[in-house]
């Protein structure tokens, strides 16, 4: 058994990507470390956020660094965009499971494409990789997904997707078992990236049956 | 712990119909792994040129793979003899490609659509390891054996010729009928209209979303 990342649920919005993960690491149905930060800023405009193993994530990255920084040697003045990094994840991801050794993650990139417009993609563990206009994983793809797909327009504004996210969040929490109250909210603009710090979800258990039973 | 299986299957269903002088190519747009739908909107065509159409359904990722694979082969192709490659050359291509990998193979089930030398519609298909034969029509993917059943029912003992509308017809309502029937196929569909001497048309139809 390792230590494992739980949902993530990523919308994009107008003028921008929102994402959110919860601060947990998980060891089986034990939590195991509270306050671990699973949305990654990479450069200066993309976010990574991983479910499933730690440890592969950690290695992945490492991998990364190693890309980014053949990069910078070049000193072309290139630097990649998400759209880049998704599809560099892709390839990574899919030569470690041709390999008969994957790396056990599902991975969400948000930034922006070489035009500058948002990018959202998904990647899995097989090198299964995709572009969307939202996505989720771990059980928020079964809780959280059918409630965006309700709701989410492309003209939906900042505040709209980070009430929408908190809703997705407060049902994850009641149900998802793994699933931390404790969430961080990130989002990818014009301006750059930014991660908040973690903020409490309360959930109101006053309406469990268990109360009534007492 | 279980070894670790390198295979999934994202479903969804392909079909080709050839005619005289044209063919169609076309396939649903639905991504799915086991009860979840991944995306609504992952295409399963792939254009290699204003006459050649492929079609893959299977594992997406193996897909993805199979076509980057191609794409270089055809350019070094462009390079080494300075025009595009034909079909009848892409057909032989594809086969080898996939057969290079019989002990490891690509999870996916292709069909080529083109226009040939003599200005035929023909349409290839393919099995997972490159074993491949020349048809007027074919169909691949989770909603093979529905779509097939339709196709043979109106294609097989078809006194006149087809006419490139009634092909178009034709495809789009195997497709629905598969969604009907089948939970990995669905969400939207898309053709690829080959006639001889003209660049392929591309149109997109909706299907059913659950």
Request: glycine share 8%; proline share 2%.
């Amino acid at each position: 058994m390792t230590l494992s990342g739980g949902s993530i649920i990523a919308i994009k919005y107008k003028g921008g990507v929102m994402m959110t993960a919860d601060t947990l690491l998980s060891f089986g149905r034990m939590a195991r470390y509270r306050g671990f930060s699973r949305i990654r800023s990479f450069g200066d405009n993309t976010l990574i956020s991983f479910t499933g193993d730690h440890a592969d994530f950690t290695t992945l990255m490492e991998e990364m660094e190693k890309e980014i920084e053949h990069d910078v040697q070049q000193d072309d003045g290139v630097v990649l965009n998400a759209s880049e990094i998704h599809t560099l994840l892709t390839r990574i991801l899919y030569h470690h499971r041709s390999d008969m050794k994957p790396k056990w993650t599902y991975l969400i990139v948000a930034g922006s494409d070489k035009d500058g417009k948002s990018f959202l993609g998904y990647i899995d563990l097989y090198g299964t990789h995709f572009e969307c206009d939202y996505t989720a994983t771990g059980y928020a793809e079964d809780l959280a997904l059918p409630m965006i797909r309700r709701e989410w327009n492309p003209e939906i504004t900042e505040d709209q997707a980070a009430a929408l996210l908190q809703k997705c969040v407060k049902v994850c929490v009641a149900r998802d078992c793994k699933q931390s109250s404790d969430i961080q909210f990130a989002k990818v603009s014009e301006t750059g990236t930014s991660l908040s710090r973690p903020v409490k979800i309360d959930c109101d258990w006053s309406v469990a049956s268990y109360k009534e039973i007492e | 712990m279980g070894e670790f299986s390198p295979y999934v299957d994202n479903g969804g269903t392909t079909l080709a119909i050839a005619g005289p002088d044209f063919v169609v190519i076309a396939g649903d747009t639905r991504l799915s792994t086991g009860y979840s739908i991944l995306s609504r909107d992952v295409s399963k065509l792939f254009k290699y040129s204003d006459s050649i159409v492929m079609a893959s359904s299977g594992m997406q990722a193996d897909i993805a793979e199979l076509r980057k694979q191609l794409l270089f082969t055809i350019e070094e192709y462009r390079v080494d003899n300075e025009r595009d490659i034909e079909l009848d050359a892409f057909y032989r291509l594809l086969a080898t490609v996939l057969y290079g990998k019989r002990f490891f193979p690509y999870y996916s089930f292709n069909i080529l659509a083109g226009i040939s030398k003599e200005g035929k519609g023909v349409v290839y298909s393919y099995d997972a390891i490159g074993s491949a034969d020349a048809r007027t029509y074919g169909a691949a993917g989770s909603g093979q054996e529905l779509v097939i059943s339709i196709l043979d029912a109106a294609l097989k003992r078809k006194p006149d010729p087809l006419s490139i509308d009634e092909a178009i017809e034709l495809g789009k309502s195997a497709l629905k009928q598969a969604t009907e029937r089948e939970i990995h196929t669905g969400d939207s569909g898309e053709m690829y209209i080959i006639r001889a001497g003209r660049p392929a048309e591309y149109i997109t139809f909706k299907l059913r979303k659950d």
